[in-house]
């Protein structure tokens, strides 16, 4: 059984070393030019969902550059240094990172995918309600689509039910459902993490029974930490929380395609 725990920058190849540099440059740089100039970077570089007026097809690369905290950037870069590294000495730097941008836009391409079902969706249930609007039909919209607004608006559709036929009451809701789309389609996605789940896959099929310890303390084979990993976004995903800013789909997304594309490497490398 092989240990694997990286020591020292003696193990950091080019690949992994350039895109370290590069995301620590990108973040310092958000943060200046929004503290000094008021400029936002994440609103040019992050990804936004197609329908957005601030969508560029550029995104889908840039995002996986920047970060929204100094702990989203150092767990992501942590990661991929751990991980990355053992990857790239593998298979070479430009195998490393092909794999690497393949992966990245994978994941963005399924978060994206994952995204315009959910907003047509959305889209669907706001437009059957506007047609037919009353305090039943908004309160059942609340709880299935927006239960972290639930207690702020429980005073409002008790007044409502006592005056149904008042038409400012439908205006206000008009105004809220529209507003919670619009707020779907312009949050930016942003992170290294689809690519970086990618790298874990890899790290997980490469070293199948090399041992990672958790919070540096439990022992578990790299194999069985990639399936519970992506177990754990699976589930996160499909109950898609209220209040959880996270892109489980692109984590997914990361892994999926990375196993399609390491798959595709080994039945070519078996036919030559």
Do not use: C
Not at 58 to 78: A, E, K, R, V, W
Not at 87 to 96: A, D, L, P, S, Y
Not at 127 to 155: G, R
């Amino acid at each position: 059984m092989t240990q694997y725990s990286p020591t020292g920058f003696r193990l950091m190849p080019p690949a992994v070393k350039n895109l370290l540099i590069i995301n620590a440059l990108l973040f310092l740089g958000t943060e200046i030019t929004k503290a000094k100039f008021d400029f936002d970077l994440t609103q040019y570089l992050g990804l936004y969902y197609p329908e957005s007026q601030y969508f560029n097809p550029y995104q889908l690369f840039t995002h996986l550059f920047m970060h929204g905290s100094l702990m989203h950037i150092f767990s992501n870069m942590f990661a991929l240094w751990m991980f990355g590294a053992a990857i790239e000495n593998v298979w070479g730097t430009k195998r490393f990172l092909f794999f690497y941008v393949f992966t990245g836009l994978g994941a963005a391409s399924l978060h994206l995918l994952v995204s315009w079902y959910r907003i047509n969706e959305l889209h669907t249930v706001i437009t059957t309600y506007q047609n037919s609007p009353s305090p039943q039909s908004f309160t059942k919209l609340v709880i299935d689509y927006f239960p972290e607004y639930k207690p702020a608006v429980a005073q409002f559709i008790q007044q409502w039910t006592i005056h149904p036929n008042d038409p400012h009451f439908f205006a206000e809701t008009n105004e809220f459902v529209k507003n919670q789309l619009e707020m779907r389609i312009n949050v930016p996605t942003i992170g290294a993490s689809g690519a970086v789940f990618g790298i874990l896959l890899a790290f997980g099929m490469l070293f199948p029974n090399t041992m990672i310890y958790i919070y540096f303390l439990f022992p578990l084979k790299a194999k069985y930490f990639v399936i519970l990993y992506g177990l754990f976004e699976l589930y996160s995903g499909y109950n898609n929380q209220p209040g959880d800013n996270i892109a489980h789909f692109a984590h997914l997304g990361g892994m999926f395609f990375g196993f399609i594309l390491i798959k595709y490497w080994q039945k070519r490398q078996f036919r030559s």
